[in-house]
């Protein structure tokens, strides 16, 4: 099993900037896959970023792409999402996910941390 714990959420006001983390612990995570997801009040949860297990390879969501940057540090068995230039639409609950290499799902899940951006 994999056991995830997001940390860093908090209430920002617009342009200001945030870093989550996630400190994963269990099988050997530095080999998994990671992401980054949220979800806002009422609606569906939506993928934000991923990152590969050899941090050479990073995906985003064209919402946050510019502005998001997702890395890991495999010996902390931690990954990170720092946020810039927050906006409003932002504002979410922030998962931290992690799957089986060569999986199409994501398997293991965060209990999130609320990141709420005011105008």
């Known amino acids: 099993q994999v056991q995830l714990v997001e940390s860093g959420g908090g209430l920002v006001q617009a342009g200001d900037s945030l870093r989550l983390s996630c400190a994963a612990s269990?099988?050997?995570?530095?080999?998994?896959?990671m992401g980054w997801f949220r979800q806002a009040p009422g609606r569906e949860r939506e993928y934000v970023a991923a990152?590969?297990?050899?941090?050479?390879?990073?995906d985003y969501a064209d919402s946050v792409k510019g502005r998001f940057t997702i890395s890991r540090d495999n010996a902390k068995n931690t990954v990170y999402l720092q946020m810039n230039d927050l906006k409003p639409e932002d504002t979410a609950v922030y998962y931290c996910?992690?799957?089986?290499?060569?999986?199409?799902?994501?398997?293991?899940w965060g209990q999130g941390t609320q990141v709420t951006v005011s105008s």
């Open positions: 996910a992690a799957k089986n290499r060569g999986a199409s799902t994501w398997s293991f």
């Open positions: 990152i590969a297990y050899t941090q050479l390879t990073t």
């Open positions: 269990g099988r050997i995570v530095s080999i998994l896959p």
